[in-house]
């Protein structure tokens, strides 16, 4: 068996981490955890803070000739050396996306200093192709 002389970090995304922390007997609420036959380590609120990142496609329409944001287009070493060498292109923008906001709606919590909505807004869609370059990169 190992065993840690200090902290352990865990990293396994904002599913698997809480998940392999309950698994491991770390949770909230304990009565959960015993009642499905896990000795329960320490009560702790994990995934208690849990927040879906929901998405979708907005408004989509074709120019001149379609626009995909893919990952080959932006790793591809043509588009690398035209970054490093000009300054320009796709991989001057974070992911694609030209303008980010963060808005406040009228169901803000504003006792916490964080808005509750955000835009993305790119000049390429994920889903002009019914989503079939984004699915293979998310598999």
Known sequence: MVRPRKEVILSAGAINSPQIMMLSGIGYP??????????????????????????????????????????????????????????RGPMTTLGGVECYAFVNTKYANYSIEYP????????????????VQVWKILK
């Open 30 to 87: 304990k009565e959960h955890l015993r009642h499905i036959g896990i000795p329960v380590i320490k009560d702790l609120r994990v995934g208690d803070n849990l927040q879906d990142h929901v998405g979708m496609g907005g408004l989509i329409f074709l120019i001149d000739k379609p626009v995909a944001i893919v990952q080959d287009r932006f790793q591809a070493a043509p588009m690398t050396l035209h970054y490093v060498v000009n300054g």
């Open 116 to 131: 509750d909505l955000q835009f993305h807004m790119a000049p390429a869609s994920i889903n002009f192709d019914a989503g």
